[in-house]
Every structure is written in structure tokens, then in C-alpha cells.
């Protein structure tokens, strides 16, 4: 039986780089997300970032016995969370169009009044780099307060080169300045902005004449785009996808969330990473999807602040075998949340997902949707040491609380000193 100790010599002679976690119950999260991967009584080793053993503590090997342990006190572990959809980066909110819609303005109607999305556009432009920085650096630290530690950040509110850049930049520097990995997506087919109204063709020629400047400074991971009636129609996202292909970015589309516009069919068509929200997605949409690989990305916070009746094809897309993940949609309009447990809780309530398929959609489901399953979302050999403890009995607790669970220990890239964030 091996004992937790802490011997700080280890760590500052250097002698010994690797860490061990002991006295917990670990849901790995790495059985194809068809289960928890539940291992009992177990321990983690990790060495420079990464997990070199993870099984019983029976089992641990001699070598790694002595390395400086972590007592979890009996809690369950988890994969760190992943955020895989959000526009954490903006500047101001829009409690203004909350209490409009609340006296039966739609969104779609704030929309085509110019405000909604361009709302947040006039806001982020007149906002400098530090302003963007100062206000969305503390939304991501309640997001990585709850567990999260990769988050995937979209530009979308600048629609010019200039502001699309300082939002990216922004979104980078979180990730060079916390304890979160950063996936970036290019959002430029966000919105129609008022100097190319009547232009739509136009305006996304300006798109893709942005991506090579931000793609050449290293800014862009991955393009999205949001195909509806009230943004751009499938053949200008087509266009879009095109651009990103030719520099050999993946895609990824904000797709059937207000009505069918055959989005999933063209994300698919691009073998893209995922189409978003899925409200009214198409069996042919789903039945690409699943030949394509395309992960569903289900946003319920959107759903419940717009008060959505309509819910995405939940059984048709597991009879399907399409991977689902959970996201936050963390956004001044239409998801004003920063928990993504909160969001599991969502996930099944209003829409039916088993607490275990909500928590795939937040680990190995969510890494799978950014291109990243090799290196994050489950708990295996090899991939990167981003682990949570919870005080919790089971792991369907992180989806039964309303109010989102905050976990006990936050471990990132093998390193637990940022517990307290
Ligand atoms: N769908 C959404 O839910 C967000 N963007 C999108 O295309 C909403 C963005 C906003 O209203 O600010
Ligand atoms: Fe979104």
C-alpha cells in the first residue's frame, strides 16, 4: 500500500520530475465516451505535463512509488473540461435586449434592427486590446473555476481585420497568461456589418481576404461561420470553407440553430471538425454527419435563454452514432453562463443526455470537436496530465447540481500549484 507523501526535495532538486495522485476514484473518460472508464482505488502518474501510468494503486509500478504523491482524499477524478464553443471574448453585455425580448421582441427581430450581434460588434470595436483583455480574462477564470481547462475562443464581434486580429490576439494571450489551453476559430461569417448591408457576397470576399494575414501571425486554429437566414447562406459559407481548406485549416459551422439550411450537409462535406446547436437538423444533415465524422456540438444554454421549444434529434443522433459534445456558448446574446457543468445539468434536463454522455460531451466528445482527442479529454497514457477532483459520490453528481460544481483540485499540463487559480 503506498502511502501519500509529500517530499519537497523531490520536486526542487529536480531528481524526480514525476508527480502521483493517490486515493481517488477515476472516470477516464477513455472507453469511446460509451462509458465513464471507471477505475476504483486509483492512481495517476505524470511526468513533464504528461500521463505516464494511470490504473489501480494496487498496481502502481516500483518506479514510480517514490515519487512526490497528492493525496485526493477519496474524491472522484475527472478529465479537465473542455469549453469546445464560445465567444468568451467581447466587450459590455446586452441586458438591454434581454429585457426587450422579455416584453416579446424576438432575437431575430433585435437582429434585423441592427442590434443583437452588431450590438457586441460596436462595443468590441471601440474597445482597445487591454479592455478586451481585462474584461474576458475573468469570464475564462470562472470558466477554468468550474473546471475547465481548454477553451476554445471565436473572433466574431469585430467583422473588420483590425478587430477580428485584437480579438484573437486577446484570445491568445488568455492562453499564454492562465492555466487554460486556447483552440482559436476565425468567425469573420458571423454577421452582415453595416457598411456591406446589401453586400453579403461582398463582405465575405473580405473574409477570406482576412484569413491569410491572421492565419501568416498565427491567430487562426480553426474557421466557423454561422449559416442562417439571419447570417450567410450555405454558399457563401461554402466559400468560406473553401478559403480555410486551401490554407489547410478544419471547419466547423454554427449550423441549423434558428431553421434547416442544409449547413450540417456542407460542414460534413468538408469532413469539418463540427456543426453547432443542430436544433433543426436534418436526417440527411445527421446521416452525412456520421459518414463524415462530424461531432454535434449541443449549446443548451442558447436553447434555454432564447427559450427554444424545438430540441436537436437526440435519439436519431445516437442511433446514428454521432458523437455529441457540450459546450457552453458562452456569449452576451444568446448564453450569458460561464459553468460547464451548469451546462451538462442543461444537456439533460432539456434535452435528455445521460449524465455519462454529458460528461463525454465535455471531455474526449469536446476534444474530439476541436481536433485535439490525441492530446486532451480522456485520461490514457500519453495525453496531456489536465485532471479535476471532485468532492463528489458518483460521477452523475457533475450533472445533477443546477448550479454548476466546482471542483477541489484543478491539475493542468501535470502542475496542481494553480489550485486556487
Ligand atoms: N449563435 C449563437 O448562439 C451566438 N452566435 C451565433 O451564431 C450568438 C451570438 C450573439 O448573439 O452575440
Ligand atoms: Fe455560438
Same mark, same amino acid.
Given at each position: ?59 502502481? +509500478? ?149 484569413? +491569410? ?98 430540441? +436537436? ?41 445521460? +449524465? ?66
Amino acid at each position: 500500500m503506498i502511502k501519500p507523501n509529500r517530499n519537497p526535495l523531490q520536486d526542487s532538486d529536480g531528481a524526480q520530475s514525476g508527480r502521483l495522485w493517490l486515493n481517488v476514484d477515476i472516470a477516464t473518460m477513455g472507453d469511446g465516451a460509451r462509458s465513464y472508464g471507471e477505475i476504483r482505488d486509483g492512481a495517476v502518474v505524470a511526468e513533464q505535463g504528461r500521463i505516464v501510468w494511470i490504473g489501480p494503486r494496487s498496481e502502481v +509500478p516500483a518506479a514510480y512509488r517514490g515519487f512526490a504523491a497528492t493525496d485526493c482524499h477519496g474524491g472522484w477524478m475527472t478529465p479537465g473540461l473542455i469549453d469546445c464553443h464560445t465567444h468568451v471574448v467581447y466587450a459590455g453585455n446586452r441586458s438591454d435586449e434581454f429585457e426587450a425580448r422579455l416584453s416579446g421582441v424576438s432575437y431575430e427581430d433585435i437582429a434585423r434592427r441592427g442590434g443583437g450581434i452588431l450590438s457586441s460588434v460596436r462595443a468590441v470595436r471601440q474597445a482597445t486590446e487591454d479592455e478586451l483583455f481585462t474584461q474576458s480574462s475573468k469570464r475564462v477564470e470562472r470558466l477554468m473555476a468550474g473546471g475547465v481547462t481548454t477553451v476554445e475562443i471565436k473572433s466574431g464581434y469585430g467583422l473588420t481585420l483590425d478587430a477580428e486580429r485584437r480579438m484573437l490576439r486577446v484570445a491568445r494571450r488568455i492562453g499564454n497568461q492562465l492555466s487554460v489551453r486556447v483552440s482559436t476559430s476565425f468567425l469573420g461569417a458571423h454577421a452582415l456589418p453595416p457598411e456591406y448591408a446589401g453586400r453579403a457576397d461582398e463582405y465575405i470576399d473580405a473574409c477570406v481576404a482576412m484569413l +491569410p494575414a491572421l492565419v501568416a501571425e498565427g491567430l487562426v486554429d480553426v474557421v466557423d461561420a454561422f449559416c442562417e437566414n439571419i447570417a450567410f447562406n450555405v454558399a457563401q459559407v461554402d466559400r468560406m470553407f473553401d478559403a480555410a481548406s486551401r490554407l489547410g485549416l478544419p471547419v466547423k459551422l454554427h449550423a441549423e440553430q434558428l431553421s434547416d439550411q442544409g449547413g450540417a450537409t456542407l460542414v460534413a462535406r468538408y469532413r469539418g471538425l463540427s456543426a453547432d446547436h443542430v436544433e433543426y437538423l436534418s436526417t440527411e444533415g445527421i446521416a452525412a454527419m456520421a459518414k463524415a465524422g462530424t461531432v454535434v456540438t449541443l449549446l443548451p444554454g442558447a436553447f434555454y435563454f432564447l427559450r427554444e421549444t424545438k430540441v +436537436p434529434p437526440i435519439a436519431e443522433l445516437r442511433r446514428m452514432s454521432v458523437p455529441m459534445a457540450v459546450a457552453t456558448d458562452s456569449n452576451p446574446g444568446t448564453s450569458p453562463m460561464l459553468s460547464v457543468t451548469q451546462a451538462l445539468n442543461m444537456a439533460c434536463v432539456l434535452f435528455r443526455l445521460t +449524465p455519462q454522455e454529458a460528461l463525454a460531451g465535455a471531455t474526449i466528445n469536446a476534444a474530439r470537436a476541436l481536433g485535439l482527442a490525441s492530446e486532451i479529454g480522456s485520461l490514457e497514457v500519453g495525453k496531456a496530465a489536465d485532471m479535476l477532483v471532485w468532492d463528489i459520490s458518483r460521477p452523475a453528481d457533475l450533472s445533477y447540481s443546477v448550479s454548476g460544481s466546482t471542483p477541489a483540485m484543478r491539475v493542468y499540463n501535470g502542475d496542481d500549484s494553480s489550485r486556487a487559480i
